[in-house]
């Protein structure tokens, strides 16, 4: 009978070790496939990993949720009051559609994106992030492997149905199954519910913003335009006085598609100066060709070539209204932002600023980004977010960061898995004491 009872309470005692040990295996995340690639997943148990490929814990909703661009001093609501292209001049192309066959410096905000190259921000230039943030909400084809080129930083949001998995040992993320090079797993969140940017609320802004614009059928005071010669044709902005911030230029769709120069004179060198909106007038119907090289002259003499980098900030848009058109860019060279919130821009030359339109498609020359240039908030502090008041975008409401929706993506390695594993071992402590006590007290019996 003691035997029997020694065997009894050794067993309990292993039975508190097993459970420690099953504590340490089932919580440790650290479960390696075969492949080296594992989901990019909060592993809660020991089950198949494969079938969790979509659902990533990184997820992270509306924009002005973002902790990262607070961090950077990007306040969605003064984009949104402050900027022409509110949230859109975050962006070198902001599109519902886009298509990249031709060299694109600068970082994407599209709801579908269907062909793709290396994109991304290369060069110097007075843009709102020196990094690139990038949202692609659907993915058509597969992404390049050298896609995301900016070396200064990447913040990548995707949509919830692109695949995303992590290789642990690389330390880098698969879109679609094909590795990208230049992200590492803390550069990429996925939407959650509500979407990182939902695209028909801003372009309604856009619009809005378009049509408005476009209500200012006269020049600025002060603005002196000359197109009587063909080869010297411009719009002197030096003594404009501004109008809450703007000053407005209208300039007949004719002069852009010419194939002569037209010049822009007086930009303002400062970072904070009036945006120039240009309201593009008298455009046809239909199918439009632009030819003309525009050309901007700042107030200390230098004309800005394009370029990957810009000496000088962007404060021209060119407002092309929101009738349903396709604008090709099909010789020549332009300067500035567009706007053509309904319409699709085909830029076969170069284009330098933000592209704002329906669809867009880089099929030549080269697209640089270069930010229409608002000054920015400072910094919030990441322990105090700021809460947003609601504006047109009509977003919801800023609440404090759920830590389960916006921590990077699992590592190896990290404190809460060291914690759970050193509970795993001194429950395997305790029973192997309380078994060699057991059976001690059972030998002086």
């Keep these: 009978m003691k035997k029997h009872s020694l065997t009894k309470e050794f067993s309990a005692g292993m039975i508190a070790a097993s459970l420690g040990m099953l504590s340490t295996a089932s919580l440790s995340p650290k479960q390696v496939h075969a492949s080296g690639i594992t989901p990019v997943v909060a592993q809660k148990s020991n089950q198949s990993i494969s079938t969790a490929v979509n659902t990533i814990s990184n997820k992270l909703g509306w924009i002005g949720n973002d902790d990262y661009l607070k961090k950077l001093g990007i306040n ?121 940017i939902n695209f028909d609320q801003v372009f309604n802004k856009l619009k809005l913003n378009s049509s408005t614009a476009s209500n200012h059928s006269a020049n600025s005071e002060n603005v002196v335009a000359n197109f009587t010669d063909m080869n010297n044709r411009y719009v002197d ?53 632009i030819s003309t090289q525009i050309q901007l002259k700042y107030e200390d003499g230098n004309i800005l070539a394009n370029s990957e980098s810009h000496t000088k900030p962007n404060h021209i848009v060119w407002n092309f209204g929101h009738d349903k058109l396709t604008l090709n860019f099909n010789s020549g060279h332009f300067m500035g932002s567009i706007l053509a919130p309904n319409a699709t821009v085909n830029a076969n030359v170069n284009i330098d600023g933000n592209i704002v339109a ?88």
């Design 76 to 196: 969605v609501n003064d984009l949104d009051s402050q900027n022409f292209l509110s949230i859109a001049s975050l962006f070198h192309i902001f599109a519902n559609q886009a298509s990249l066959t031709a060299d694109t410096n600068g970082n994407l905000a599209v709801k579908k994106l269907n062909k793709a190259n290396d994109f991304g921000t290369r060069g110097e230039s007075p843009n709102l992030t020196s990094g690139d943030i990038n949202y692609i909400q659907q993915l058509t084809q597969n992404l390049p492997g050298n896609a995301f080129r900016n070396t200064s930083f990447n913040h990548v949001i995707l949509g919830k149905g692109i695949k995303v998995n992590i290789d642990k040992q690389a330390n880098r993320v698969l879109i679609k199954d094909t590795p990208i090079n230049n992200l590492k797993p803390a550069d990429v969140q996925i939407d959650a519910d509500t979407p990182f």
């Design 237 to 289: 902005v030096s003594n404009a006085k501004a109008e809450n911030g703007y000053i407005y230029l209208n300039i007949p769709f004719e002069y852009l598609s010419a194939p002569q120069p037209l010049t822009i004179k007086g930009l303002s060198n400062s970072l904070v100066a009036p945006t120039i909106l240009v309201n593009v007038t008298d455009i046809p119907n239909d199918n439009q060709n």
């Design 358 to 445: 329906d669809s867009v498609n880089i099929s030549g020359g080269e697209s640089h980004r270069w930010d229409l240039y608002t000054q920015p908030t400072q910094p919030t502090q990441p322990t105090q977010p700021t809460q947003l008041v609601n504006l047109s975008l009509n977003y919801p409401a800023t609440k404090t960061s759920d830590p389960q929706k916006n921590q990077s993506l699992p590592k190896t390695g990290n404190q809460s898995e060291h914690s759970l594993s050193i509970l795993g071992y001194l429950a395997i402590i305790l029973g192997g004491l309380i078994s060699l006590l057991t059976y001690r007290n059972k030998r002086k019996d």
